[in-house]
């Protein structure tokens, strides 16, 4: 299992502790509720600055995973039970099949709410062009507006020379 103590690159306070994958969708700006510092999670992306493949990748990598270690399971006890290692293969063949395409779909309902809050967040001219300027790329998206709310009179507006990264101290237990 992975642990991360996420710190505040300005005052050094710990801002997360978590476990596991931190590949979230959502805003990679994060402010210090200690010292106000604003912050780049490097563990978070909004959805139009992941590549097509990042995208597909994000949707299929948890449920093939959980197909793959449920398929083994089953597809082991059913091999155990028939006594017969081809019974056991094409169980397991339809149990990876099953709960992949199961698992894409109820994944991709789970993201849903955060995949539309990015899409309404990256709207913003502004918010768009300071996600530029600190080095993220625009991947387009057929069918979806980029930047077309001109909001640059925003008083709130970040500057990147204040943006530090977050200071991740990943580690590993077993």
């Not at 997360?16 to 990679?28: H, K, Q, V, Y």
């Not at 509720?33 to 909004?46: A, F, K, V």
């Not at 094409?90 to 199961?102: D, K, P």
């Not at 991709?108 to 913003?124: F, G, N, P, V, W």
Request: aromatic letters at 10%; one cysteine or more; charged letters at 20%.
């Amino acid at each position: 299992m992975t642990h991360h103590i996420i710190k505040c690159p300005h005052c050094g306070k710990v801002l997360e502790f978590a476990s596991g994958s931190l590949d979230r969708i959502g805003t990679p700006f994060r402010k210090c509720p200690y010292c106000g510092g604003i912050c780049e999670d490097l563990n978070t992306m909004e959805w139009i600055t992941r590549s097509p493949s990042q995208r597909r990748a994000l949707i299929f990598t948890k449920p093939f995973a959980a197909a793959l270690l449920s398929s083994f399971f089953i597809g082991g006890i059913a091999m155990l039970i028939a006594n017969n290692f081809f019974v056991g293969l094409i169980v397991a063949i339809i149990c990876f099949i099953a709960v992949l395409v199961l698992g894409i779909l109820i994944f991709k309902s789970y993201i849903k709410d955060a995949i539309e809050e990015s899409l309404q967040r990256t709207k913003s001219a502004a918010y768009v062009k300071l996600l530029q300027e600190t080095g993220y790329h625009i991947f387009p998206i057929k069918g979806v507006e980029v930047g077309s709310i001109d909001d640059f009179e925003v008083n709130d507006r970040i500057k990147t020379d204040e943006i530090k990264t977050e200071i991740d101290t990943t580690y590993s237990h077993h």
